[in-house]
């Protein structure tokens, strides 16, 4: 009796090991499996990172370049601009001297930038209110290229209002006051930046599409050299 109670025990403890031995191993493959999925979605997940910063440092190659594209081209328009406005003055007012049409061609350039506004409209103001003097001054007691009136130097506490920066800068602000109150209406602000006349802004339109057209003719004239520049170079190389 108690060789088969002994037997049994013996049985009991078996069974007990291999069960344990198999619940052991299953949950070590599971923790092995567990582990092996983790490392996989943790490679995925540093896989999709990369990507990420390898589009994230793409993008930013392509905008540093439009930037720079960007740049260049603005430069090349304000040269532009500045070289139109400095021959459209000699031209037409030769009487004014290189320094200030220098003057006048760089504060239009930049300060249109800064503001925002059309240098075409500001060079048309310019012609029509001073013919390009810096020294003018009306009856009304207006003064300098934009026509600068007492009130609008005591409103924004400007000093040297003859001076070209200075003057333009002033002017231009005047205008977008004008503009603003008027709800953008470039015609309604012009009316009061002269002061109530109905004149003023078809003489203004006039002027600034003299200086258009005549920046026009200047690109035309540029691109027809470049092109018998280009033509007398195929001629040079052509010995037939």
């Known amino acids: 009796m108690k060789t088969k109670n002994y037997f049994f025990i013996c049985m009991m403890i078996i069974y007990f090991c291999m069960i344990y031995c198999t619940v052991m191993t299953y949950s070590y493959y599971y923790a092995l499996e567990k582990s092996r999925c983790y490392n996989e979605i943790v490679e995925q997940k540093d896989i999709e990172m990369n990507q990420i910063i390898e589009e994230k440092n793409q993008l930013l190659v392509i905008y540093y370049e439009l930037e720079e594209e960007k740049k260049s081209q603005q430069l090349k328009n304000d040269y532009l601009l500045k070289r139109d406005i400095i021959n459209y003055i000699r031209t037409y007012y030769p009487r004014v001297s ?20 059309s240098p075409e409209l500001i060079m048309g103001i310019i012609e029509v209110e001073s013919s390009f003097n810096h ?20 409103h924004f506490k400007v000093n040297n209002i003859y001076k070209i920066e200075t003057n333009i800068e002033t002017g231009i602000r005047v205008f977008l006051v004008h503009l603003q109150e008027n709800k953008y209406s470039i015609s309604r602000a012009l009316y009061y930046y002269v002061g109530r006349d109905s004149r003023y802004s078809d003489m203004v339109y006039k002027s600034t599409g003299n200086f258009v057209a005549f920046r026009l003719k200047s690109k035309i004239k540029e691109e027809m050299n470049i092109a018998e520049q280009a033509a007398g170079r195929g001629f040079a190389g052509n010995p037939h």
């Open 135 to 154: 020294m003018a001054i009306s009856s009304a007691n207006a003064k300098g290229l934009m026509q600068i009136m007492p009130m609008w130097e005591r």
């Open 98 to 117: 290189k320094d200030n049409r220098e003057r006048i061609a760089e504060t239009v350039t930049k300060k249109c930038r800064k503001y925002k506004v």
